[in-house]
């Protein structure tokens, strides 16, 4: 191939990814407009918080990660980018038409979408025959989710997690902190102000 035409397919590369990354969150917009409660805020995470989010997380040993609430896929990208190319990423998502997105546009062999709540973490990992998650990695909005419901998902989230495990959560209040005190170790509060709204981080550790 010419420096010519390799440098055609970089232009014509460009405005698809543009495109795919317009319907991202055109899509994620929409899906707020029809499921306020469901996805917590009108637009995807910042780089910012991307990066305090993941910055913990030892990707050099990590085989298993769980995601809960991918969305249109900004977490599950940089988490692909980092880990090992043995490893494995399970997301959930409880959005059929957010799952179905993320299936047709991350074409990775290490990626498992799983349509369901995080409530079935463990049925999920136990299906695909994985071992226990070194991560489970959460920005699904604990705040609007009903007390029963929220400290179901943080219990199953303790059990599927190896004991060196670690949850992290990012949220925009701090209503699941209580739960998380009350499963985890030990809970490390941190704070992103480099987000739409600015975000709470919690590390809690098995």
Partial sequence: MTSRER????????????????ESLLLFARNFVKHPLMLGSAVPSSRYLIEHLVAPVAFDRARVVVEYGPGVGPITAALLQRMRPDASLVALEVNAELAAHLRAVVRDPRLHVVHASAERADDAIARLKLPLADYVVSGIPFSTMPAATRQRVVRVTRAVLQPTGVFIVYQFSRAVLPDLRATFAEVREDFEPRNLPPARLFYCAV
């Fill in 7 to 22: 440098q055609s397919g970089r232009r014509a590369a460009a405005p698809r990814a543009s495109l795919v990354q317009l």
